[in-house]
Structure formats: structure tokens, C-alpha cells
């Protein structure tokens, strides 16, 4: 009898241990560690959360900065808009190291202004008017990143130049500065976007966006109405001054608008530095040569007149500093 009872006992406490075991695997993988139901469980593709997959990206943006023609870049591009990069971007030119615009090339490309961070981006190359209209754009946007100071893109809509239609790969950008009446055209329906910039188109495009437009100097009695057509005192007497276009001597005087005091008004001038700025001390100004893309990033790296606590113009240095205090 002895030997039945222990045989008995043997096996209800079998029963009884294996029940306790299922009990125990059962909680293990209803509540235990994640490496102990994983090794139970099939492994599932998790949905990503929304906080890491907003700071994931995958660079498939060309190896350009910006193509040397705006052909080649279509215009429903993927690319972010400085305002929806939410990252100081890393960047990896292979050929601005040592580079006259070096320091704000990178800035620039930090805050996404270009479309590309990486490969070449051709310092020396000369800028398209409508690439030039891209950039200024993008870096006033990346620039001045509250809402009421944006320039604000075209999302289609009639085309006022002929040669920019909505399919125009730069048209949200040209015609969006057309919209706030800061930029400059060939004449009434032409642009010419695909023409090099000139030295004295960028100066009457680039002041505009500065001083919100390009002072109208008829406004005042007497002397000073003539600066629409001769140049104010405080323009640089650059030896070849005359030869600049007589439809950009406003943008001229705007640029460094500073009058004597026998005049009706005075005002600051030549606050942003822009000539000065982009292409040094000269004696000369060039204004129907070129611009290449180092001088339009050097020349766009600062946007005044945006006033924000005071401030008259803001750089991308500025712009980064910001960003990285408030990440």
C-alpha cells in the first residue's frame, strides 16, 4: 500500500508542478520580459513611432546643390522647404573648402536652402535668374521663420511672364516674388529665367526683398524727384556707374537711400551691404557681368528689413544659432 500511496503522491505532484509550470509560461508571455515573448512569439513589422520617424530621412536629393539649369529640377520635387526641415542638415561639398562664400554656402545649406548637401556644388558657376529666384526665396524663408515674414510660394494659378508657366520649374518661386511686387522682370511678359543673372539684376531683385520694395522717390517735391533718374550722392562713384541700366537707378538709390539734410527727408542707407558685401571693395561695379552661385549664397545669406525685436536684418548664421536653441 505504501508504495501505491508514494506512486499516488508522485504523480499529483507532477500534475500539480505542471500546472503551475503552464500557469507560469502563460504569464511570462502575457506579461514577461520582451526578450522572452519574443523568442515565443512571431516577430511582426511595428509601426514606427511618429517623434523618431519625423527625425528619419533618407537623402535621395541630387548630388547638386542646385542644377545649373532649372530644367532639372521638376517642380512637384519631394525636396522639404527650409521651413519644414526640422534638422540642422550635414553638409559635404566636395569643392567650396578654401572658396571666396565657403562659410555661407554651408550656412545656407544647413538651413536647406539648397537641394542638395552633398556632391559638387559649382561655387564658381554662374546663376540662372530663375535659380537666383529659388534661392532668395528659400533662404528668406529658412531665414525669417515666422509665418508673417514668409514669401509665400505660387501654387499655380495664371502665369504673368510667358516664359515662366505654371509647368516651370521655378514658377512657385518667380511668380510668388511677382505676387508680393518684389521682382524684376526683362519687361512686362518676360522674364527670362534660364539667362544668367546679372550683377546690377541682383542688387534691384535683392534690395526689393530687403526694403519691401523699391523706394519711389516721386513721392517728394522738388530735387528729390529727380533720383529716379540720377543717382543720389551716396551711390559709390564707381568708374563705370553710367553704364548701369537706367531702369535699376531707383533700385541704386534705394540701396544706399542717405540724403542731406536740405532734402525733405532722411534716411539709413546702405544698411544690408549687399554690393559691398558680395563682391568687396571696387572701383569698379561691373553691372552687366555675371554672378556666380558663391556670390548669389553670399549675397542672400543676410535679409534685412524684417524687423523682429528690433532686428533689421537677420544672416543664416543667426538663423542656425536660432535653431539650435530651440531643438
Request: hydrophobic share 35%; glycine share 8%; with cysteine.
Amino acid at each position: 500500500m505504501s508504495q501505491i500511496s508514494n506512486i499516488l503522491k508522485f504523480f499529483r505532484t507532477l500534475v500539480i508542478g505542471g500546472f503551475l509550470g503552464a500557469s507560469g509560461i502563460i504569464a511570462l508571455l502575457l506579461f514577461g520580459p520582451q526578450w522572452f515573448r519574443g523568442a515565443f512569439i512571431s516577430k511582426q513589422p511595428q509601426p514606427i513611432p511618429s517623434n523618431v520617424a519625423a527625425n528619419t530621412s533618407v537623402n535621395t536629393t541630387p548630388a547638386a546643390g542646385l542644377a545649373s539649369t532649372p530644367q532639372s529640377t521638376p517642380l512637384n520635387s519631394s525636396s522639404p522647404t527650409p521651413v519644414e526641415s526640422a534638422q540642422i542638415k550635414q553638409v559635404a561639398f566636395e569643392d567650396i573648402k578654401g572658396v571666396f562664400g565657403e562659410k555661407e554656402i554651408t550656412e545656407l545649406a544647413k538651413l536647406g536652402v539648397f537641394d542638395s548637401t552633398s556632391g559638387k556644388f559649382s561655387p564658381q558657376s554662374n546663376i540662372t535668374r530663375g535659380d537666383f529666384m529659388r534661392l532668395l526665396v528659400r533662404a528668406n524663408n529658412a531665414i525669417w521663420v515666422e509665418q508673417d515674414k514668409q514669401i509665400r510660394e505660387a501654387e499655380g494659378g495664371q502665369a504673368t511672364f510667358a516664359d515662366v508657366p505654371p509647368t516651370h520649374p521655378n514658377f512657385r518661386y518667380i511668380q510668388g516674388l511677382l505676387n508680393t511686387g518684389f521682382v524684376s522682370g526683362f519687361d512686362e511678359k518676360t522674364f527670362a529665367p534660364d539667362q544668367p543673372l546679372t550683377r546690377e539684376q541682383m542688387v534691384a531683385i535683392k534690395i526689393a526683398v530687403d526694403r519691401g520694395g523699391v523706394y519711389d522717390f516721386t513721392k517728394f517735391n522738388g530735387q528729390e524727384a529727380k533720383l529716379n533718374t540720377e543717382f543720389a550722392v551716396n551711390v559709390p562713384r564707381w568708374t563705370d556707374r553710367e553704364q548701369i541700366s537706367k531702369k535699376f537707378i531707383r533700385a541704386f538709390n534705394t540701396e544706399y537711400r542717405s540724403f542731406s539734410n536740405t532734402y525733405k527727408e532722411t534716411f539709413e542707407g546702405n544698411t544690408f551691404k549687399n554690393i559691398e558685401r558680395t563682391f568687396g571693395a571696387t572701383a569698379t561695379f561691373k553691372p552687366q557681368q555675371p554672378v556666380t552661385r558663391a556670390e548669389a549664397a553670399v549675397c542672400i545669406s543676410l535679409i534685412g528689413e524684417h524687423i523682429q525685436d528690433g532686428e533689421k536684418f537677420r544672416t543664416a548664421q543667426q538663423a542656425l544659432e536660432n535653431k539650435a536653441k530651440n531643438k
